[in-house]
């Protein structure tokens, strides 16, 4: 999940994942073999289907399929649980771009200093007062005031 409200279990993570699998191992190993890995049962079921037939896939082991479609079924209802009971419930964020920034797209831009260099402070400049030059030498003016 990639919301970054929701806490990050940082290096808990590892041993969260190990302890989960080896519960699923433990709990179904000896009744279904614990495939909880495709890999792993499905490349042993494919060899035996070239070497016996068709009795790999079925009788006995008719449950073939559960490895190849269950993560992703899986998948999709935790993100539907995730979307419908955590994240609907966290409140609204406030957003500060707001405020802080001014719109581009007014086609509009106010140079800050109050130095007379090229504006008076809060003077607003249209896109077309604006070329190379202007913005190098305000870069350079900038650059003496800092040092």
């Keep these: ?6 806490a990050n279990p940082g290096g ?9 699998a080896c519960t699923i191992g433990l ?10 890995n495709p890999a792993r049962d499905l490349g042993p079921r494919l060899f035996s289907l070239i070497m016996f037939g068709s009795e790999a896939l079925h009788g006995s082991a008719h449950f ?8 992703l079924v899986g998948g999709v209802i935790g993100a539907l649980c995730y979307l419908f009971v955590i994240s609907a419930h966290w ?9 802080e920034y001014q719109k581009v797209s007014d086609g509009v831009s ?16 249209n896109d077309e ?4 030059e202007m913005i190098r030498t305000t870069s350079e003016i900038q650059r003496q005031e800092f040092y």
Excluded: C, H, M
């Excluded at 999940?1 to 929701?6: A, E, I, L, Q, Y």
């Excluded at 106010?110 to 400049?125: D, M, V």
């Design 27 to 36: 709990s179904y190993g000896a009744n279904g073999g614990g495939a909880i």
């Design 64 to 71: 073939f399929w559960i490895p190849l479609v269950a993560p």
């Design 129 to 132: 007062n604006i070329n190379v």
């Design 91 to 99: 409140p609204e964020e406030e957003t500060k771009i707001e405020e």
């Design 110 to 125: 106010i140079f800050p200093f109050s130095n007379n260099y090229f504006t008076i402070q809060g003077e607003i400049i």
């Design 1 to 6: 999940v990639t919301d970054k409200r929701n």
């Design 12 to 20: 808990a993570a590892p041993l969260l994942i190990g302890l989960a």
